[in-house]
């Protein structure tokens, strides 16, 4: 692999990776060159002259994997949820398309309950989880999803069902893997409700992060979902990203305060009106992280209450 850097973040197809990937990337099904087919029986599909991205460790261990699907020029592509004689497969599992395609997903009904969400990367996928035959989910990708997106199944992750969508007209030649280890973040987070596994939306350009709450409003309640905890208290992203804390009307006087005093918000509450249509814009608070580090911060009113946070910026693995 080049180790030249690519002309801009937001054109290198940085992937977050890691040893850890390798174990898990398995059984994908593509296109079968032997056969002439690519899964989906619409005859063959030439890959020759298609330079392959650079994938990480995602496709590690695959035997069928064959390479990326060219899908460039086409208004529309399809892939298969449930794929292979297994029915644990995306097919094709990678895909290269241009801005403005859609992309349907199309459960065959096989291999149980499935999902499409998105591993990393800037396109957001976020499907329903289900084992009904013929569900679709479609996406149609903008400039905005530039890039590598890695995709998973969740509930057969740990058994290869990965996938990824590369969007763009061009190829960079450097890749960046980032460190996705397991964080010990100590006794930081003792006493803080539903912290779970570190969130990791890497190489975007703005992750947001609700504060007292969900965010969620109630229609049949006309209420805000809301509590003294950051929705999203552990987030892993990669150096540039700005993240920004957007308060939960209703919710109360709230804070983001630096435990190293690196950044500080004011103590805010916004005011929750009687109806949704009435509702004035949110109060934000934005940093951008720009060194590897580990960032933890807290409420200043509710610190001892649990509601602490986290930002981990990732380390380059080159």
Known sequence: MSQRPSISRRRALSLAGGTALGSLAGCLDVFDPRDGTDGNGDGFVDTTDVPEPEYGHWFDGGVDYAGTVDRRGEEEVRIDVGGGASGLRFDPAAVWIDY??????????????????????????????????????????????????????????????????????????????????PVDYGDWFEGTPDVGETENPLRRDSVTVRVGGTGRYDTDAEAWDTAPVYDTPAVRVTPGTTVTWRWVPGAGEHSIVAE????????????????????????????????????????ERHRDQGMRGAVVVAESRH
Do not use: M
Not at 129 to 136: F, N, P, S, Y
Not at 145 to 174: F, M, N, S, W
């Open 260 to 299: 190293d005093g690196s950044f500080r918000s004011d103590l805010v509450a916004v005011e929750a009106a009687e109806n949704l249509d009435e509702q004035e814009d949110e109060h934000a608070f934005s940093h951008t992280f720009e060194d590897p580090g580990t960032y933890r911060y807290a409420c």
């Open 100 to 181: 403005g395609t859609t992309v349907r997903w199309v459960w065959t009904g096989e291999g149980g309950a499935h999902d499409v969400v998105t591993y990393d990367g800037p396109a957001a996928l976020e499907s329903e989880l289900t084992d009904e035959a013929g569900h679709e989910y479609a996406v149609t990708v903008t400039e905005a999803d530039e890039g590598i997106t890695r995709y998973v199944c969740r509930p057969h992750q740990l058994v290869g069902k990965h996938g990824a969508l590369v969007v763009g007209p061009d190829i960079e030649e450097y890749v960046t893997e980032y460190d996705t280890t």
